[in-house]
């Protein structure tokens, strides 16, 4: 037996809800992120969206402790960056 009313009703609460947390994580990534620090991270976002995910979690966690005390620059958004990354791997082979 279903109930599409309550399924409805279900659905666009829970899109109702993702919107305002992705409207909120803008707001507080637009106040702790400089212009140029942002334009970087929506690229990294377009290539790499789970890196981006991870880095704004980082920030928005960082900046909820208190931690920031100023706009992160597109400079330290580049050593978050790299601190972030998996070192990537190089394989070497060697022909007998």
């Known amino acids: 037996m279903s109930f599409p009313d309550y399924d409805d009703s279900h ?3 829970n899109k109702r809800d993702r919107e ?6 803008e707001h507080i990534l637009k106040q702790i ?3 140029e620090a942002r334009l970087r991270l ?3 976002k377009m290539v790499k969206p ?3 995910d991870l880095v ?3 920030l928005i966690g960082m900046a909820s402790q208190g931690k920031m ?3 992160i620059t597109d400079t330290q958004l ?7 990354q998996q070192p990537k791997r190089d394989f070497k082979i060697n022909r007998v």
């Open 11 to 13: 659905e666009k609460q």
């Open 20 to 25: 305002e947390f992705q409207t909120q994580k």
């Open 33 to 35: 992120l400089s212009q």
């Open 42 to 44: 929506n690229n990294i």
């Open 50 to 52: 789970e890196l981006a």
């Open 56 to 58: 704004e979690q980082y």
């Open 69 to 71: 005390h100023s706009q």
């Open 78 to 84: 580049k050593q978050i960056l790299l601190s972030i």
